[in-house]
């Protein structure tokens, strides 16, 4: 059973962190790391070639934290793997007891590191969920039957509550709540206002979602994500805040953890994500900040 | 319309390496609109090609270069040539090329890369927007395909990579989905946005695909 399916269910506020794999295969930087946040958060996302950038893959690092005693969520997009190949990596995960599974469309190849790839895009995060619920109910996307205990598994997908329009994103949410998601992960938030008018839309659905928390880390990294990352707007007083401040990485901590007590303190929505991006080991410390 | 470019020459003299003596032949529909297989666009060649020491033997532009029983007719007309040519030069598209070269015995290379399916937006600039998928969704989607006009081929709604209304892929391209969303919301038609797109059969697509109308019919 899935522990991020139980938090949620219990109506606890849960919280999530996100984790890379490495370029190589040295996993020792992300098993530290998961020693630093074991025990404080309730899942770990492990993304899927972030960025279309080539790194070991997402099952790998899910399998080691589901061994070092840690709840994955495996991160799966549809860029680099047919139906096949997705539906086979399903079942590896289920083998290993990976339940939690987050369906994502994927960056294109051409913005990433190996920019000669194949795009693939056999499945969308929509038809990813179907996949998956066709796992479920016991047949591969063939219609052929599986053999044995069909896999269980605890799925979702990704939001942008900054989307433009946003009625156009919210249509493809009511489709993947449709077709079996059931918690949300959302991009980066930095203003309550957005994503209150996101939440009205979202509330109408049946699913858990979980707010995106990037913490800062310079004002010109804010500045970065405002001109390049589709639907991060960091306002500009906190990239005043940013600015003025003498020791930028902690301030980035404060601000993600005002933002994390904020939403929870209003009951925006039913927990947090915390997307470190290579900062893993600050995961605690934005925690301690904001009382989780 | 299919769209075509021409070859850098210094790939088309590489191609041509030991060839003294060649025919060229072009045709006469889209790679005449793209000015890569026309009658001027075979002058120039000419003109080019024995620039650095290679005999043009003889040239024309087949009324239809992917017609199979058109070119084999049409390419009688060399047929005084052809015996002491190396090498034909076909400037048509991918199809045209393997057309002529069904119909001699003559080594045969393009001089041409054919890119895709275009729209003549005006003159000399062409755009795609159809992939020739074989399972056409343009009934749900606001007659915009997003199989084509969507950079990932998405069919159930925008990836979340658009800014400003445009793709992550390219910035200069319009987001399919937002396009899509744009001209439903003017026809009152938001709820086809709610519409499942099957995900694609490519097992019905795979290629090289055959159509015999005659054999359907039946």
């Known amino acids: 059973m899935s522990l991020l399916k139980t938090k949620l269910e219990s109506g606890q506020f849960a919280v999530t962190a996100e984790m890379a794999p490495p370029k190589g295969c040295d996993f020792s930087h992300q098993m530290h790391c998961a020693e630093l946040i074991k025990g404080r958060v309730d899942a770990v996302n492990v993304t899927d070639f972030q960025s279309a950038s080539l790194k070991a893959s997402s099952l790998g690092?899910?399998?080691?934290?589901?061994?070092?005693?840690?709840?994955?969520?495996?991160?799966?997009?549809?860029?680099?793997?047919?139906?096949?190949?997705?539906?086979?990596?399903?079942?590896?995960?289920?083998?290993?007891?990976?339940?939690?599974?987050?369906?994502?469309?994927?960056?294109?190849?051409?913005?990433?590191?190996?920019?000669?790839?194949?795009?693939?895009?056999?499945?969308?995060?929509?038809?990813?969920?179907?996949?998956?619920?066709?796992?479920?109910?016991?047949?591969?996307?063939?219609?052929?039957?599986?053999?044995?205990?069909?896999?269980?598994?605890?799925?979702?997908?990704?939001?942008?509550?900054?989307?433009?329009?946003?009625?156009?994103?919210?249509?493809?949410?009511?489709?993947?709540?449709?077709?079996?998601?059931?918690?949300?992960?959302?991009?980066?938030?930095?203003?309550?206002?957005?994503?209150?008018?996101?939440?009205?839309?979202?509330?109408?659905?049946?699913?858990?979602?979980?707010?995106?928390?990037?913490?800062?880390?310079?004002?010109?990294?804010?500045?970065?994500?405002?001109?390049?990352?589709?639907?991060?707007?960091?306002?500009?007083?906190?990239?005043?805040?940013?600015?003025?401040?003498?020791?930028?990485?902690?301030?980035?901590?404060?601000?993600?953890?005002?933002?994390?007590?904020?939403?929870?303190?209003?009951?925006?929505?039913?927990?947090?994500?915390?997307?470190?991006?290579?900062?893993?080991?600050?995961?605690?410390?934005?925690?301690?900040?904001?009382?989780? | 319309m299919i769209i075509t470019k021409q070859k850098p020459f210094e790939e088309l003299l590489q191609m041509l390496e030991g060839c003294k003596n060649v025919v060229l032949t072009g045709c006469g529909e889209c790679a005449t609109v793209c000015k890569t297989g026309s009658a001027e666009a075979l002058e120039e060649l000419k003109a080019k090609l024995e620039a650095h020491g290679i005999n043009v033997l003889g040239s024309m532009v087949m009324t239809n270069s992917c017609n199979k029983l058109l070119v084999k007719k049409e390419i009688k007309q060399l047929k005084e040539v052809l015996p002491e040519a190396d090498a034909i030069i076909s400037a048509a598209c991918g199809d045209g090329v393997q057309t002529v070269a069904t119909n001699t015995d003559k080594v045969v290379y393009p001089s041409n890369n054919t890119l895709f399916l275009g729209e003549i937006e005006r003159q000399g600039i062409f755009s795609e927007a159809c992939k020739l998928c074989g399972d056409c969704v343009l009934a749900d989607t606001a007659a915009i395909c997003p199989v084509t006009k969507c950079a990932k081929s998405l069919t159930n709604g925008p990836c979340g990579g658009a800014k400003d209304g445009k793709c992550e892929v390219n910035p200069e391209n319009d987001c399919a989905w937002i396009l899509i969303y744009n001209r439903l919301k003017d026809q009152g038609r938001l709820d086809r946005l709610m519409k499942s797109i099957p995900t694609k059969d490519y097992g019905a697509v795979a290629y090289p695909r055959v159509l015999n109308t005659k054999e359907e019919g039946k």
Do not use: W
């Not at chain 1, 979980?210 to 880390?217: D, E, Q, T, V, W």
């Not at chain 1, 929870?264 to 994500?273: E, R």
């Open chain 1, 61 to 292: 690092l899910c399998i080691k934290l589901k061994q070092a005693g840690l709840e994955p969520v495996l991160q799966m997009t549809g860029r680099d793997r047919s139906r096949m190949a997705i539906q086979g990596d399903l079942l590896s995960a289920a083998a290993f007891g990976i339940e939690n599974v987050l369906t994502l469309t994927g960056d294109h190849t051409t913005v990433g590191d190996c920019k000669n790839s194949k795009p693939v895009f056999d499945l969308d995060s929509v038809s990813m969920l179907t996949a998956a619920k066709q796992l479920e109910a016991g047949s591969d996307a063939g219609g052929n039957k599986l053999q044995g205990e069909p896999p269980v598994f605890f799925l979702g997908s990704s939001v942008t509550p900054e989307y433009e329009p946003l009625e156009l994103h919210m249509y493809k949410y009511a489709k993947k709540v449709a077709e079996g998601a059931k918690f949300f992960q959302t991009q980066g938030v930095y203003s309550l206002e957005p994503f209150k008018r996101f939440m009205d839309y979202a509330s109408k659905y049946d699913a858990y979602v979980l707010a995106g928390i990037i913490p800062l880390k310079s004002a010109g990294a804010a500045r970065y994500m405002n001109k390049n990352v589709p639907g991060i707007n960091v306002p500009d007083s906190i990239i005043q805040r940013m600015k003025e401040s003498s020791d930028p990485v902690k301030e980035g901590i404060l601000i993600a953890a005002e933002m994390i007590s904020e939403i929870k303190a209003q009951g925006l929505c039913h927990g947090v994500h915390i997307m470190a991006i290579g900062a893993e080991e600050n995961v605690p410390l934005i925690l301690d900040e904001a009382g989780l």
